[in-house]
Structure formats: C-alpha cells, structure tokens
C-alpha cells in the first residue's frame, strides 16, 4: 500500500468515474442493456442496468487497484524501472466499455466497431511508444523464454515492437474510419504476434551464428 504511487490513485479515480455517465442517464436507460457484442456488432449478451452502471465499474476498479498493489511490489522488488505509464490503460478501457454500454443503450450507436477499433487503435501507439522503455521482465512486455534469456534479445524486440505497434495502431484507425473493421480487427491482433516471431528469430540467428 505504501508503495503506490499518486498515479495509481488517480487510475483508481478515474475507474470509479465510468459510473458517473451512467448515474446521470439512469432513469433513461432499459432495465436490460447490452454488455457484449459479436464482431457483426450484434448483441452477445444483456445485463441489468444497475450492474452496467455500477457493477461493472466497482470490479473493474478493484482489479486497477489490485494491480496497481502488485506491479508497485514488482517494480521494487524487480528493478525493472517505472511502471506507471501501463496503469492508465485501465481507466482508458473502462472508459471504453462503459461508454459503449451506455451509448449503445440509449441508441446513440448504430455500429459498436468503429469506436471500438479506434480507441484500440489509439490504446496500440500508446503502447507502441511505451515498449522500449521496459526493462527486461516477466510481467509486461513481449515474453518468452528466448526473449527475456539475453538483455540484448529483449532490447531489440522491444524497440521492433514498439515500432509495429505503432505502425499498426495508426494502419487500423485510418481503415476503422474507412470502414474496414475486419480488416483493422485482423491488424491489431496479428501486430501482436509479429514482435514475438522477431525475437524467436533474432534467438536462433545468434544461436547459429554461435
């Protein structure tokens, strides 16, 4: 507890604010809303208002705090250097999520995918611009054996990373707003991969040149 830091407070706060927007429209929304969508922006799934409003928040919030505890203690007890710039995602998810429900609740949404990619999009070169100030690991940041068994391994997967993060990050939000979800959908999950692929190889390239 003593180790957190005021940035963590203020991820915390900003968690317990996504209730506030729904407060304000409550008497507005049904008494069912939807909570999940299919990648054809169909409904998956419904939920009670109070627990869209309120439920979701509250355990979103307890999960930022916990771990915000926990990367506290890992960056201490670690020395991977500073952690506080990854804490903000997770207000800016929630922020994502409840103000979809809402939205989507109150027909102000006709097509979930467009804010959807967008955000992750912007969530992408976030993290694109953070991944090669990680200091090497088993917490955050691209981790696998091979990668995290050289320094040198992990600095130059990272700095790759962060650069395809980046690249794709700004690829998807140009085609979410063209209109090609699938196709930034497809971006962002294969942008995850491709930095992992990289490491594994630059490993076996300085294992046969060994």
């Known amino acids: 507890m003593k180790n957190l830091k005021k940035s963590d407070i203020i991820a915390v706060i900003l968690c317990l604010c996504t209730i506030i927007p729904g407060v304000l429209v409550y008497d507005r929304l049904p008494e069912r809303v939807v909570t999940s969508w299919s990648m ?40 991977i250097g500073k952690l506080i710039p990854i804490i903000m995602i997770f ?21 979930i995918r467009l804010i959807v990619c967008l955000v992750i999009s912007v969530i992408m070169i976030f993290l694109g611009n953070y991944l090669p100030k990680v200091r090497k690991n088993w917490v955050i940041g691209i981790r696998t054996p091979h990668i995290i068994s050289s320094d040198e391994i992990w ?31 497809v971006i962002l999950i294969v942008s995850v991969f491709i930095p992992m692929i990289y490491g594994e190889a630059i490993y076996y390239s300085s294992k046969r040149k060994q």
């Open 155 to 185: 600095d130059k997967t990272h700095r790759f990373g962060g650069f395809v993060l980046i690249i794709s990050g700004v690829a998807a939000f140009i085609l979410s707003l063209l209109g090609y979800f699938i196709a930034a959908f």
């Open 40 to 79: 054809t922006s169909k409904s998956n799934d419904t939920a009670s208002k109070a627990f869209a409003v309120f439920g979701i928040p509250l355990i979103f919030t307890g999960v930022t705090f916990l771990n915000c505890i926990y990367l506290r203690w890992f960056e201490k007890k670690r020395n």
């Open 91 to 111: 207000p800016m998810i929630l922020f994502l999520c409840q103000g979809v429900i809402i939205l989507s609740a109150l027909g102000k949404i006709k097509d």
